[in-house]
């Protein structure tokens, strides 16, 4: 599927909740309440770190959220990646971390870093086909009884 990554805007917040509705990561974060998600992508456009996915039609097919200092306050930390149910399997995600690495490459950082939490194996397998490696397991990070994957891939050197 061919998309075009740009950053995001504030005017379209709201297509951008919904690109994370029909989730694991929605039913198991944001549900009942998705004010936590509407914060964290507000200021993100504030930011300038949420980028988009966006369909030759203009439709936000997918979703990412960076944090160009996130890990030790050093290192890349990609904070949240999603794409539309209709959307997945078509390479929305490998051009998210195609992205994400091309700016941690100009940056010229060392390492980056995701967590993927233990109820998505299936984003877990995307990057580690990517080249990420298990390098800590965090059990109730975000929520009691949910376990988080550290996940990092080395880019530079030292």
């Given amino acids: 599927m061919q998309v075009t990554i740009k950053k995001g805007v504030p005017e379209r917040l ?12 929605w039913d198991h974060y944001y549900v009942p309440d998705e004010s936590l998600l509407r914060d964290t992508l ?13 369909t030759s039609s203009g439709e936000a097919a997918g979703l990412m959220i960076c944090e160009w200092k996130g890990m030790f306050g050093l290192w890349p930390y990609l904070a949240l990646l999603g794409v539309k149910k209709n959307y ?13 690495e091309a700016i941690g490459r100009a940056m010229g950082v060392r390492n980056l870093f995701i967590c993927v939490s233990g109820f998505n194996p299936r984003a877990k397998a995307l990057y580690m086909s990517k080249g990420y490696k298990k390098v800590a397991l965090i059990s109730d990070l975000y929520k009691d009884g949910v376990n988080e994957n550290v996940l990092m891939k080395k880019i530079g050197s030292s």
């Fill in 14 to 25: 709201e297509d951008y909740v919904d690109v994370m509705r029909d989730s694991a990561l």
């Fill in 42 to 54: 507000a200021e993100g456009l504030r930011d300038g770190t949420v980028f988009i996915a966006e």
């Fill in 88 to 100: 997945r399997g078509m390479g929305i995600g490998h051009q998210f971390l195609d992205t994400f």
